[in-house]
């Protein structure tokens, strides 16, 4: 081989170590579940007041928020909710929407972002993402 075979070669081992070595660093998201212990949940499906924890997260890290989004009251956009979601120091955390109720009934996405900026609006899914059926607003 030349020295610009070899110098190409190089190129593309590092090349290929580099990116391996960053999808090895990347975060793997957290696993969340939701659960109503209500009468109501028990039916065809749950009431507004429902509570979505989970594992997989960083510990003792303050910038976790759930999200829920969904149909809005007196609106045919769709409208998200957004509450803290504490994770302790083993990596779980749990949190309940603060609403009184969502008003309507039909499909709620339900997810906990990561934001450092104290902007949970803009920051990507850091768990898995739930749809819930919200039949007693």
């Known amino acids: 081989m030349t020295k610009r075979h070899w110098l190409f070669a190089l190129v593309v081992l590092a090349l290929v170590l580099g990116t391996s070595v960053g999808f090895a660093s990347a975060k793997p998201l ?3 579940n939701v659960s109503d212990s209500t009468a109501a ?3 065809a499906g749950m009431t507004s007041h429902f509570t979505a924890s989970g ?24 409208t998200s909710w957004v509450d803290h979601f504490p994770v302790a ?4 955390g749990s949190a ?27 920051a990507q899914p850091a768990s898995n993402m739930l749809t819930v059926y919200i039949s007693s607003p």
Do not use: K
């Open 30 to 32: 957290g696993t969340i």
């Open 41 to 43: 949940a028990a039916g």
């Open 55 to 78: 594992c997989g997260f960083r510990a003792n890290d303050d910038n976790y928020y759930l999200v829920v989004r969904g149909p809005g009251l007196y609106t045919s956009s769709l």
């Open 89 to 92: 120091s083993n990596g779980c």
């Open 96 to 122: 309940s929407p603060s609403w009184s109720g969502s008003g309507v009934t039909g499909n709620f996405d339900v997810y906990v972002v990561r934001s450092t900026s104290g902007n949970p609006w803009q």
